[in-house]
């Protein structure tokens, strides 16, 4: 007898709404290529998005690295564990974001946790963007602030919120670039409300910094912002700059007070010092290497062109994150397994990743991808959509 029998129900109703979730097992790196059980899968899922995940001047620093300092960084940042390239690494992100300061955090999610909890508390308001992704969320919630969504990039709604609050530090939170829509905050206008307002405004730019702006500094170097209208600035490192982990970039203090209080930042293990060296080789590329943004940027003008040709819904999306809309669950499944008989890896993502009746198919592209596999993927998304009403 399972203790789990109380919960294997919602197991079965999972399966029926088409919301269960599996994995798949890959055999080898991440690619415009992917192996699956044996099987090569053009791969357009990955946040990979400058294909440096598996770039040799990465791997070379990361062994490299290893050879000298081990595997294991033994122990948290704040007893031993805080090595020469974390510390470069930390030197490096500052300067790349313009900013006084930058901390490494073990992953996006415990930097979202850690920051706004080090910052919030009992008292005062956190204000968040509906569609921000779920570490935000959950950041919001666990920190004791008191907890409100603004409706999607709408900055009057943020406003009155704002307005009506309590005395107390008051915190926006948003995605830079919203990770299941591909569109970006309209930061220009919340940095103008945040500072007549006199709140604090936390980006976080997962899916910006690397790949978006003419030299990579993400969503920021879009509506060309000084570095001091944001005081929050999050980025995570296993998506554009292909790599793991995470850091908060910001003033000497607001850093200073994260040492102190952040407890994801704390009560961990740093991450291995090889994955700081592997990081520091991929900025160096992100910053040298602006061919890799200029070809994505070909490749979502030709891949959005195709798809509206064939009648696709796509949302309005300038960034490597085309998505295009299924509706139920099903339809998202339905599409996504068909493009995988047919060699293709597209993730269906449903609720309650986004919200009901508005499950997509969420394509991703990146500068590993040629132009003749971005028409292999329009070919046959239009093999699989024949199927199904538009
Ligand atoms: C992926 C993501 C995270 C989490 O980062 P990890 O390093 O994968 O934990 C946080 N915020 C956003 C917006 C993300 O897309």
């Not at 009155?160 to 930061?187: C, I, Q, Y």
């Amino acid at each position: 007898m399972t203790d789990f029998e109380s919960l294997s129900d919602d197991l079965v109703a999972r399966r029926k709404q088409h919301l269960y979730r599996s994995r798949l097992v890959v055999e080898g790196p991440q690619g415009s290529e992917i192996q699956l059980s044996g099987k090569p899968y053009l791969n357009f899922c990955s946040n990979d998005y400058l294909g440096l995940a598996n770039h040799p001047d990465v791997i070379c620093a990361f062994q490299q690295a290893a050879q000298e300092f081990g595997v294991g960084s033994g122990a948290s940042h704040l007893v031993n564990g805080h090595s020469y390239y974390h510390h470069q690494l930390e030197e490096a992100l500052a300067d790349f974001t313009g900013r006084p300061r930058a901390l490494l955090f073990s992953t996006g999610y415990m930097a979202n946790l850690g920051a706004v909890s080090a910052l919030l508390g009992k008292g005062d308001a956190v204000f968040e963007d509906r569609l921000n992704h779920a570490s935000l969320l959950d950041a919001g919630i666990l920190s004791g602030a008191r907890f409100q969504r603004y409706h999607h990039a709408d900055v009057e709604d943020l406003e009155r919120r704002l307005e009506r609050a309590d005395k107390g530090n008051r915190l926006v939170l948003t995605d830079g670039v919203f990770s299941m829509d591909g569109d970006m905050a309209p930061l220009d206008r919340l940095v103008e409300v945040t500072s007549r307002q006199g709140a604090w405004l936390m980006v976080d730019d997962a899916h910006g910094l690397a790949c978006v702006g003419a030299t990579g500094r993400g969503v920021m170097e879009v509506f060309a912002l000084k570095p001091t209208s944001v005081q929050v600035l999050v980025g995570t490192l296993g998506k554009g700059f292909g790599t793991a982990g995470a850091f908060v970039a910001g003033s000497e203090e607001m850093i200073e007070m994260l040492i102190q209080k952040a407890r994801t930042y704390i009560y961990t293990t740093a991450m291995p010092p090889a994955i700081a060296a592997a990081t520091l080789a991929s900025l160096k590329l992100v910053q040298e290497e602006s061919w890799r943004r200029d070809h994505l940027i070909k490749l979502i003008q030709q891949f959005r062109k195709g798809a509206e040709q064939l009648g696709l819904k796509l949302l309005s999306s300038r960034t490597p994150i085309q998505p295009m809309l299924a509706g139920s669950a099903e339809e998202a499944l339905r599409i996504s397994e068909g493009l995988k008989e047919r060699g293709v890896l597209v993730t269906a993502i449903r609720p309650p990743t986004v919200p009901k009746g508005t499950a997509r198919l969420r394509v991703t592209l990146s500068a590993a991808h040629s132009e003749s596999q971005v028409n292999r993927l329009l070919q046959e998304l239009e093999q699989v959509m024949s199927h199904s009403c538009r």
